[in-house]
């Protein structure tokens, strides 16, 4: 017996209603000129660079794929009394490029803040309006911070001079001969710089001074470092500005730090000689936090760290530290710094969670700090692969944000009497959750911030979002959820760019790199694609580019080819656009059954030279607003009044076959709108007469051969009172007074508060 069911017959009428519409459209109109392929889904090979042997269309790094390696041997000197860093370091250059290489480029980020910098010269400025004395002084009437590299030597393995020409924040190294593929170079640097107070002189790094006179220092960008030489930009050569972060090559460090002996301090890497900078009592504490995993244990206490911070010791001790397969280097010194420290047990690693932070930073520091550090690293390993390096450290420097591999520094402090709002320990979790983030992205999957800051910043906020989640299911998160980037998106598109646009060029830095990015995955994530293939893809993506320099594409492919999901409308639209969505519901028509054909159903098979008695029998549905519509036959349809009907179900199905057909007694056609340029799956709930709702999703390709409407048939065995669009706000629709049938009157606020 055939297994049909009673709607498919219904919609024969339907089907024709469209059939009849577009041949009047096209016998109404005159023949259209061509145009070119502007449909939404089309693919992307128009902006997505060619896939090679570098980099596959899988999204994978492809069979000749390589990357350069950097070592550096360092030993710095913080002068804590003169405010000065002081170094000499050796680095050995390993050219795994395919070409030989006529000289090196090494950045000098520190130059951002030399007296000539050009850096303060490409911002706009304007007359302010008013000043406080002390800023009006330090715009007007102070000599600006003498800060950048002084570079004493730059010599090769022999000790022999070498040329070097300085760029602003470039230096290029002058090879006396090309540096042959598979070949390595060795040299030596010798430099020193005026350390700047960040919170006076700015910067993502420097000192923090205290009202006792006591420093807090936050140490990174502090060395000449290797630019990254590619197989897609050669060498990098955007200078730094100040917003544009790094592009870094992989290598091995050994550092020594000298610092006065009452200083505390952690840095990238596993410390070597803990035993001669901790006390006996300290290194107890130590050995019992490694195997410490439900709270931290304090192991230099604040009792120490006072007692530290009262004197100033003219001693000094060396900290050794090794760091294998890092991007980067960066530590933290203070006589002010206690330190917890806790073990986190992931699927295969135990790294430490560890947390450095002066009396001004407690009780908050030390209720929660370790604890969303080791939050972190569990939620990001879920989702991407095990946290490989031995520690991440938290430490608290006011009015920073920033992140180094293993370290990074983060605000959030409580007033002086220790007390703090829910503002303050949000804002202080949730920026130690990015920052402890960003050891996965960017520091070991390692994209080129000076080019797509969305690449790691958006990733890592996206996690970032999941992990405040888990850590506390209330956390009021604010980037992440699609409703949270509608403002942005609906804001003046003079003042948008699309998500695919350099660091340097952002206006709204925030919201472009971080929310709106964010939010696109949360969208892919929990509405387009379903959690388990997203995770699935997104873990793919991680593991394939872990220690490794991924681009846009190889992100965009992977998603694609880990899921057998096509997003080029999607990528297309959210990150290479500035459109945004909006759908509605443009017209809702109530349909009735009728045993009398209109006079467009007859005209209709006429002009076929047909007759509907050749067609066969019909069942034949008019809307209520159709001017051949019978108010009579308004009401709830039942098989036994359309005869034809009835006598087709009786012969064509069993008894049983009839008891599961559906009986829908209404039928509504819903044509949607979309104002909005982006697309995305239209979510509809249908609220019933007894209260009851029913939801239904159709996939964004509803779209596909459409842009600006689409239309679906409801037919339902209780009536409809309200349709609702994106009842959950899962697609960031900035207009969300068309998502309603029928309309709702819009209060504004002066009416709400007229009715108080």
Request: glycine content about 6%.
């Given at each position: 017996?055939?297994n ?36 939404k ?7 997505m ?7 596959t269309?899988?999204?994978?790094p ?23 860093l ?8 390993y ?62 393995k022999?000790?022999k001079?070498?040329s ?48 006792d ?11 000449p ?15 730094f500005?100040?917003?544009g ?17 009452d ?24 050995e ?17 760290a ?5 004197g ?27 330190l ?8 295969k ?39 490989p390096?031995p ?5 608290s ?33 949730g ?6 983030g ?18 790691d ?36 598109q ?30 892919l994530?929990?509405?387009i ?148 340029g ?12 007894d ?5 239904y ?20 065995n ?7 669009l ?31």
């Amino acid at each position: 017996m055939k297994n049909r069911i009673l709607f498919s017959s219904i919609l024969v009428l339907i089907t024709s209603f469209f059939a009849i519409a577009q041949e009047v459209k096209t016998e109404d109109k005159g023949r259209e000129p061509g145009h070119y392929n502007e449909n939404k889904f089309r693919q992307m090979y128009d902006l997505m660079a060619t896939p090679n042997m570098f980099r596959t269309a899988s999204g994978a790094p492809g069979p000749a794929y390589y990357q350069q390696r950097a070592d550096y041997k360092m030993n710095l000197e913080l002068d804590d009394k003169n405010k000065k860093l002081l170094g000499s370091e050796t680095i050995t250059y390993y050219n795994n490029s395919p070409e030989p290489l006529e000289y090196l480029w090494v950045q000098l980020d520190q130059n951002v803040r030399s007296a000539d910098s050009k850096s303060p010269l490409v911002d706009n400025e304007r007359v302010d309006p008013g000043l406080a004395p002390d800023k009006f002084a330090k715009k007007f009437m102070e000599e600006p911070f003498q800060g950048g590299f002084h570079i004493e030597y730059v010599k090769d393995k022999s000790g022999k001079d070498i040329s070097y020409t300085i760029n602003q924040t470039m230096m290029r190294i002058n090879l006396a001969k090309p540096l042959q593929s598979k070949g390595k170079f060795t040299f030596s640097i010798k430099w020193w710089y005026n350390i700047n107070n960040y919170q006076v002189d700015g910067g993502r790094s420097g000192y923090e001074e205290f009202e006792d006179g006591n420093r807090l220092y936050v140490i990174a960008q502090f060395y000449p470092r290797m630019a990254v030489y590619s197989d897609v930009e050669g060498w990098q050569n955007m200078q730094f500005w100040g917003r544009g972060e790094f592009a870094l090559t992989f290598g091995n460090y050994d550092v020594n730090i000298t610092v006065p002996s009452d200083h505390i301090l952690e840095a990238t890497g596993a410390h070597q000689n803990r035993k001669d900078v901790f006390t006996e009592e300290q290194m107890k504490r130590w050995e019992l936090a490694e195997n410490t995993f439900d709270k931290p244990v304090l192991i230099v206490t604040q009792e120490e760290a006072e007692k530290a911070e009262k004197g100033f010791s003219d001693k000094k001790s060396t900290w050794k530290f090794k760091a294998e397969n890092v991007r980067d280097f960066g530590f933290s010194s203070s006589r002010k710094f206690m330190l917890d420290a806790m073990a986190v047990q992931l699927e295969k690693n135990k790294p430490m969670a560890i947390s450095i932070y002066p009396k001004e930073a407690n009780p908050l520091w030390g209720e929660y700090s370790t604890r969303a550090v080791a939050q972190t690293l569990k939620t990001y390993s879920r989702h991407t692969f095990d946290y490989p390096y031995p520690k991440a450290v938290s430490v608290s420097a006011q009015d920073q944000g920033m992140e180094y591999p293993m370290i990074c520094w983060n605000f959030g402090r409580p007033d002086k009497d220790g007390k703090y709002s829910d503002r303050v320990k949000y804002g202080m979790l949730g920026v130690i959750i990015h920052e402890v983030g960003h050891n996965f992205f960017p520091m070991i999957v390692n994209s080129d911030e000076r080019q797509w800051t969305w690449m790691d910043e958006g990733l890592n906020t996206f996690l970032e979002y999941l992990t405040e989640l888990e850590f506390d299911p209330n956390f009021p998160t604010d980037r992440g959820p699609a409703d949270k980037i509608v403002p942005y998106m609906k804001g003046n598109q003079k003042y948008l760019e699309p998500i695919m646009s350099n660091s340097e060029n952002i206006y709204n830095f925030g919201a472009n790199a971080y929310g709106k990015p964010a939010t696109g995955l949360n969208i892919l994530r929990e509405t387009i694609m379903g959690r388990e293939l997203f995770d699935h893809a997104f873990k793919t993506y991680a593991q394939r580019w872990k220690f490794k320099h991924p681009t846009p594409e190889d992100f965009f492919r992977t998603m694609e080819d880990a899921s057998a999901v096509d997003l080029d409308w999607f990528w297309r639209g959210w990150f290479y656009s500035t459109d945004y969505v909006d759908i509605g519901i443009k017209e809702v028509k109530q349909y009735y059954v009728s045993s009398e054909p209109t006079e467009e159903m007859k005209n209709f098979v006429a002009r076929r030279g047909r007759s509907l008695r050749d067609m066969g029998p019909f069942i034949y549905l008019v809307d209520e607003t159709h001017k051949e519509f019978n108010p009579k036959t308004k009401k709830a349809f039942e098989v036994k009044d359309v005869q034809v009907l009835e006598d087709y179900v009786s012969k064509n199905y069993t008894s049983e076959e009839k008891a599961a057909l559906k009986n829908p007694k209404y039928f509504y056609e819903v044509e949607f709108e979309k104002p909005g340029g982006l697309m995305m799956p239209i979510i509809v709930e249908l609220q019933y007469e007894d209260g009851t709702k029913e939801d239904y999703k159709f996939p964004v390709q509803i779209w596909r051969k459409n842009n600006d409407t689409a239309k679906r048939v409801f037919a339902t065995n209780k009536k409809i009172v309200k349709i609702q669009l994106d009842p959950k706000l899962e697609t960031a629709d900035i207009d969300t007074v068309n998502n309603v049938w029928p309309s709702e009157a819009v209060i504004s606020k002066f009416d709400e508060l007229d009715k108080k």
